[in-house]
């Protein structure tokens, strides 16, 4: 059963005293007995990954029965690990009063829509005015959360659902569904072409050998795979509903313009501009000033980090999207 939240309606809670100290113990159970500290700290301490928990052995703020040891240290059972330490800022971002479309948020997790314009991530040439920006503006602890929490992103003009980790331990379980496949993210695009029925692109997709701020379909790729059907045909254009299974940066616009049916307004992948003969010229001026690839992240389904439930929440089309599926409904 899949607790379903409607994106229209918000459930927030106040954000909670801060998490920044964590002070933890557990004692060495018999199967411990023989192996290495670092592999039987992963066990005990599932809610942080791997590399952290090196990370806090070597700094000396992991140990077993109150001394520093090396990650290999084998233990005899019984012996107690405490972790004591004051998570640190993971970056130097700066807050910045942001409005943002929050549809879900307690104590673990934040959903939100993002709207088109809107980098996620600082980077070159966009240090500020991100959604990480915004989200340490609205949670100031977010800053000692690997990326604020970020563990999925959405390109600068695709909008709709994301999700957000506000703890370590939630970014942790949350980067672990991810790889497992077990995160649903379900898109609607417009895309170019009368695509017959739906299918799956199976082709890997890794960075383009000349242009390097692109990606293509490469033969040493990283897999990738992502399925559609169609929600509604038009003259020369479709409305379909597509799955990923994968991940990979910018996969579905890649996979869609792979297959010769580029989403509409994607001025990196569906090369120069091609209109239905025939199209009347409301329709020519909104296919022509679509101001970005006609590509909306739907639907968002996961295991909540905390409950265990598997929850889910909607987003509505954007205005923009409805109102290119009316011209094209009309013609």
């Known amino acids: 059963m899949i607790e379903k939240i409607n994106s229209n309606s918000v459930d927030i809670v106040t954000n909670s005293a801060s998490n920044d100290v964590i002070d933890e113990q557990v ?27 090196q990370q806090w052995i070597k700094q000396g703020v992991l140990q077993v029965d109150g001394h520093i040891q090396v990650p290999k240290y084998k233990l005899q059972g019984g012996e107690v690990l405490s972790l004591r330490t004051t998570l640190v800022p993971e970056g130097d971002w700066q807050a910045e009063d942001i409005p943002l479309d ?26 500020s005015g991100t959604v990480l920006n915004a989200l340490l503006h609205h949670c100031p ?59 799956t692109v199976d082709q890997p997709v890794g960075r383009h050998a000349k242009q390097r701020t692109k990606m293509a379909v490469i033969s040493d790729g990283k897999m990738a795979r992502t399925h559609y059907k169609v929600v509604q045909r038009f003259e020369g254009y479709s409305h379909l509903r597509l799955k990923l299974e994968t991940g990979r940066t910018h996969q579905i616009r890649v996979h869609m313009a792979h297959i010769r049916h580029p989403i509409v307004g994607d001025e990196t992948y569906a090369g120069r501009l091609r209109i239905q003969k025939g199209a009347s010229a409301e329709l020519q001026a909104s296919i022509s000033q679509f101001p970005r690839q006609a590509l909306h992240a739907a ?26 599926l009316e011209a094209l409904a009309d013609g």
């Open 27 to 53: 004692e060495v159970p018999t199967t411990g007995i023989g192996r290495r500290f670092d592999q039987v700290a992963a066990e005990l301490f599932a809610d942080y990954s791997r590399s952290r928990l």
């Open 102 to 127: 929050i549809v879900f948020e307690d104590e673990h997790i934040l959903v939100l829509n993002k709207s088109a314009n809107f980098v996620v991530h600082p980077a070159a040439g966009n240090y």
């Open 141 to 199: 602890a977010l800053i000692s959360v690997p990326r604020a929490g970020i563990v999925h992103r959405l390109d600068k003009d695709t909008t709709g659902l994301m999700v957000v980790a506000k703890t370590l331990q939630s970014h942790t379980d949350l980067v672990l569904q991810l790889q497992a496949r077990t995160v649903r993210r379900e898109y609607e695009a417009v895309v170019t072409g009368l695509v017959i029925t739906g299918g």
């Open 299 to 324: 639907t968002l389904e996961l295991i909540h980090p905390h409950t265990g439930k598997l929850v889910g929440w909607d987003s509505d089309l954007p205005m923009d999207m409805q109102l290119l």
